[in-house]
């Protein structure tokens, strides 16, 4: 099936996963940025040969850093959230199996786990 545009506007769990990638991507972005900097000042300290690029070069290097930081990030972010949603859905799936189970079992006249006298001290006093 194919899907027209404007599609996803409507769909509730592709957007939160691009928002957990964005996310991603932002907190990558930001600590990997931080990481370039600290380089960069190292490299400025110590090396005449950094000393001596353009500005935009430096540049270069510190948002080459920032993207790579960006990428690793979403990447990391939308996989936790793809395992998430994976394991939310096993346990709905299974939950509505369980329930099922306890429907049969109750409609053959046996309480199941939610009975009112199943429980020890909830059984009334004689």
Do not use: C
């Not at 599609?7 to 940025?33: I, M, Q, Y």
């Not at 380089?39 to 920032?66: C, D, E, N, V, W």
């Not at 709905?92 to 046996?110: I, K």
């Amino acid at each position: 099936m194919v899907r027209r545009h404007g599609d996803l506007r409507n769909d509730a769990e592709t957007n939160e996963a691009a928002w957990e990638a964005a996310r991603g991507a932002v907190w990558g972005a930001g600590k990997w940025g931080a990481f370039a900097v600290v380089a960069g000042a190292a490299a400025y300290a110590f090396s005449p040969l950094y000393r001596s690029f353009t500005i935009q070069f430096k540049f270069y290097i510190q948002m080459s850093g920032m993207i790579l930081g960006g990428m690793l990030g979403a990447d990391q972010r939308i996989i936790a959230y793809e395992h998430r949603i994976r394991h939310q859905k096993r346990i709905a799936r299974d939950m509505e199996v369980w329930r099922r189970y306890e429907e049969e079992y109750e409609s053959r006249g046996t309480p199941g786990v939610g009975g009112e006298g199943n429980v020890k001290g909830n059984q009334p006093e004689t």
